[in-house]
């Protein structure tokens, strides 16, 4: 009796250990295939994003010298990028561009978001993709669009001028170029905002625009406390991109180089800077440098901007 005992439990492990040993199968193949999904784009993300930057990284550790060629030579360039006076330039201009045009943009987005959202708005769908086309529009292709029409000679400021007798300024002055800018970008770029913001005002519940027109709250009020509120998450995203767009920004003021080469120079922007250091200069490791001591600043300044909305809203 013992030993039929003592032979049921080893029995009974047995038995069990088949279902178990299939339990675990499956599971390693549900790991597995987990991780068939993720692959594809981690290897897309390494590829486009990681090794770039790894290799901007390494690059801006060496200098390129007449003795001794492609040597190593620490934070050197970094020393140098953080005193160039050429950077900090291109810097100052674009950081003033950030506080001028980006308010200015999404201004005009949001209220024309709030406008097409208050349902008194008469053919507010022509209005939306209308408002929206511009964003369809390539920056290349809009940067030549507004670059002859803002021609004092051969655009529409010159044929204004020639037919009233008037005196318009020239955009393409060194005085005007940043704000001609601000307005291709801000033409650009309304659109994109607008849509994210009136996404997040269709989500809003009904019911509480009810309570606030029972309560006898006008408009203005139920735009202030509940509207405008109530899609702060989207408007602290669309100024992250904003952001991060400004501190990118390349398309406008190198096309337009060709048209006001007396207006933009070679480190008018800090992207600018980079490609003509890296593609006239041949100056590859200094340019690289540029790069990422501009992605580091820019990626601090975002991040704090986050913080902010996120303790703002909260």
Known sequence: MTTMSQAAPAVTRAAD????????????????????????????????????????????????????????????????????????????????????????MLGIALLVALAIDSGRLYG?????????????????????????????????????????????PNPLAPSWILASIGNIVTWEFVGYNMLIFYAALRVIPTSLYEAAEIDGASQWRIV????????????????????????????EPSI??????NSISTYFTPNLYAYSLSFSGQQ?????TIAIVMGVITMIIAYAVQLRGMRRGN
Not at 130 to 159: D, E, Q
Not at 284 to 288: C, H, R
């Open 256 to 261: 337009l180089k060709s048209l006001a080469p």
């Open 17 to 104: 250990t088949g279902p178990v040993r299939r339990r675990r199968a499956v599971s390693a193949r549900h790991r597995w295939t987990g991780w068939g999904f993720l692959g594809p784009f981690a290897l897309v993300f390494a590829l486009v994003f990681l090794a770039p930057l790894v290799y901007s990284i390494y690059l801006s550790l060496f200098r390129n010298q007449l003795v001794g060629g492609n040597s190593f030579v620490g934070l050197d360039n970094y020393t140098q990028a953080l005193q160039d006076p050429e950077f900090w330039s291109g810097f100052g201009r674009v950081a003033l561009f950030l506080v001028v045009q980006v308010p200015i």
């Open 124 to 168: 507010k769908t022509f209005f939306r993709i209308s408002i929206f086309m511009p964003y369809a529009v390539p920056a290349v292709v809009a940067s030549l669009l507004w670059g002859f029409m803002y021609g004092s000679r051969f655009g529409l400021v010159g044929n204004l001028n020639d037919a009233f007798g008037w005196h318009l």
């Open 284 to 288: 590859y490791n200094y340019s690289a």
């Open 224 to 251: 202030r406390h509940i509207k405008v509120p109530a899609i702060r998450g989207s408007l602290v995203i669309a100024t992250i991109f904003s952001i991060i767009g400004s501190f990118q920004l390349f398309n």
